[in-house]
């Protein structure tokens, strides 16, 4: 089955911690994102990565980290420098390359609660 | 930068009522994508619109987007208790880039 995959879907921290958000996907997508959602705000972008070696930050990039050394790739990293880390976490993927058709495919979440 | 805003934030329409959103946005986009988001689920893409004043249909699901490409609405004829969700807008300024803003999303609650 092609998709994207993410885990665990629970996570439990205690602050101070850093802790690794895993994101796989099997569709041969170029893009990858990573977005953070809170009750009430929608989804905010925190970094995004458009081909294997790079990535950009979103709009709220601030205490988390990412790598994408593969295409498949693309784990989140939250820091203990993110101030208020608690909250539902979603990896997504696209064809990307500037197409013009370019719809997202999101993972399941991880809902990540800090201590 | 590019902000998208949705309105409303809820609705609650009794079963068999009609149910728009409407997403802004502050610069002229290049597409804009709906997604849904059922009640703990992930956002499911609903639908791209590309060109300007541009209607596409999905059942009882109408989608717009303005003639100058800076607004765009979701229109559902007849809401079901299965169109519960969140329903978001999300838009692209470029065709390079593939980063899109999304709005904050419309939470319909049916009435049985």
């Known amino acids: 089955d092609g998709g994207i995959t993410q885990s665990p879907k629970y996570l439990f921290r205690k602050e101070g911690q850093n802790v690794t958000l895993s994101c796989e996907q099997n569709?041969?997508?170029?893009?990858m994102y990573w977005y953070r959602q809170d009750p009430g705000q929608g989804l905010r972008l925190i970094y995004y990565?458009?081909?294997?070696?790079?990535?950009q930050k979103g709009d709220i990039a601030e205490g988390y980290s990412v790598s994408r050394e593969k295409k498949e790739s693309f784990p989140l990293t939250v820091t203990s420098a993110q101030k208020n880390p608690t909250a539902f976490y979603l990896c997504?993927?696209?064809?990307?390359?500037?197409?013009?058709?370019?719809?997202?495919?999101f993972g399941p979440g991880t809902r990540l609660t800090v201590l | 930068g590019q902000q998208v805003m949705q309105i409303p934030q809820y609705q609650h329409v009794q079963e068999g009522e009609d149910f728009t959103t409407y997403c802004n946005s502050s610069?002229?986009?290049?597409?804009i994508q709906w997604y849904k988001q059922r009640p703990g689920g992930h956002p499911v893409f609903l639908i791209q619109?590309?060109?300007?004043?541009e209607v596409k249909k999905q059942k009882r699901l109408t989608f717009q987007f303005g003639e100058a490409k800076k607004n765009s609405s979701l229109h559902i004829t007849a809401t079901q208790t299965t169109d519960v969700g969140t329903y978001f807008c999300?838009?692209?300024?470029?065709?390079?880039?593939?980063?899109?803003?999304f709005g904050k999303g419309t939470r319909l609650h049916i009435l049985p």
């Open positions: 619109l590309v060109k300007s004043g």
């Open positions: 999300a838009g692209r300024e470029g065709n390079r880039d593939d980063k899109i803003i």
């Open positions: 569709l041969n997508h170029d893009a």
């Open positions: 997504a993927s696209s064809k990307g390359a500037g197409r013009t058709y370019n719809e997202q495919f």
């Open positions: 990565s458009q081909i294997v070696n790079d990535f």
């Open positions: 610069t002229t986009l290049s597409n």
